[in-house]
């Protein structure tokens, strides 16, 4: 068997009729034996005693895999090096290389200077990724107004420019410290 060369590749949804007893068997499977039991999956080949142990990760990464393409939803395998030049942390977090630069002289985001360029370990990069969507969604549950139908629109109104007030002092304190 040859393997294929460690490069980012798509893959689309084609036949949810071949995909749906795959999570029918990994979903039951979960509601069974929950996390009381330790599962082991394998993969398993043509021959008698042609089976290989998954690793748990390679397990979660399979199951993530199909339940996106049995939603129709295409995903993309993007094999990373554990470090990072400056360009790919900036690709990998959706931001411009000069904001990840910025980020490493304000010590948010560690890296390791080599010569002129900066190296990234990947981990790093994908924790400041996690903490900042967690940064996101509590600003966004601190600003939220609840909204009755039956509530007058200038209250609506009042409510949304307060939480957008509120939101603006954090933001400018915390640029300014």
């Given at each position: 068997?040859?393997?294929?060369?460690?490069?980012e590749?798509t893959f689309?949804?084609?036949d949810?009729?071949r995909?749906?007893?795959?999570?029918?068997?990994?979903?039951?499977?979960e509601?069974?034996?929950?996390a009381?039991?330790?599962?082991?999956?394998?993969?398993?080949?043509t021959?008698?005693?042609?089976?290989?142990e998954?690793?748990?990760?390679?397990?979660?990464a399979?199951?993530q895999v199909?339940?996106?393409?049995?939603?129709?939803r295409a995903?993309?395998?993007?094999?990373?090096?554990?470090t990072?030049?400056?360009?790919?942390?900036?690709?990998?977090?959706?931001?411009?290389r000069?904001?990840v630069?910025?980020?490493?002289?304000?010590?948010?985001?560690?890296?390791?200077?080599?010569g002129?360029?900066?190296?990234l370990k990947?981990?790093?990069?994908l924790?400041?990724?996690?903490?900042?969507?967690?940064?996101?969604?509590d600003?966004?549950?601190?600003?939220?107004?609840?909204?009755?139908?039956?509530?007058?629109?200038?209250?609506?109104e009042?409510?949304?420019?307060?939480?957008?007030?509120?939101?603006?002092?954090?933001?400018?304190?915390?640029?300014?410290s």
């Amino acid at each position: 068997m040859t393997t294929q060369p460690l490069e980012e590749r798509t893959f689309l949804p084609d036949d949810g009729e071949r995909l749906a007893p795959v999570m029918s068997f990994l979903e039951a499977h979960e509601r069974r034996w929950g996390a009381a039991a330790k599962p082991s999956y394998a993969l398993v080949g043509t021959d008698e005693g042609d089976r290989i142990e998954l690793p748990a990760d390679v397990h979660q990464a399979l199951k993530q895999v199909v339940a996106a393409l049995l939603a129709g939803r295409a995903v993309t395998i993007a094999p990373h090096s554990m470090t990072l030049t400056s360009q790919q942390a900036a690709d990998l977090l959706g931001v411009s290389r000069p904001t990840v630069k910025r980020l490493i002289e304000k010590n948010e985001l560690p890296a390791e200077r080599i010569g002129t360029r900066h190296r990234l370990k990947l981990d790093d990069v994908l924790d400041y990724r996690e903490a900042r969507r967690r940064r996101q969604y509590d600003a966004l549950a601190e600003t939220a107004v609840d909204v009755s139908i039956e509530e007058d629109p200038a209250d609506v109104e009042r409510h949304l420019r307060e939480a957008r007030h509120l939101a603006a002092e954090r933001y400018r304190g915390k640029r300014n410290s």
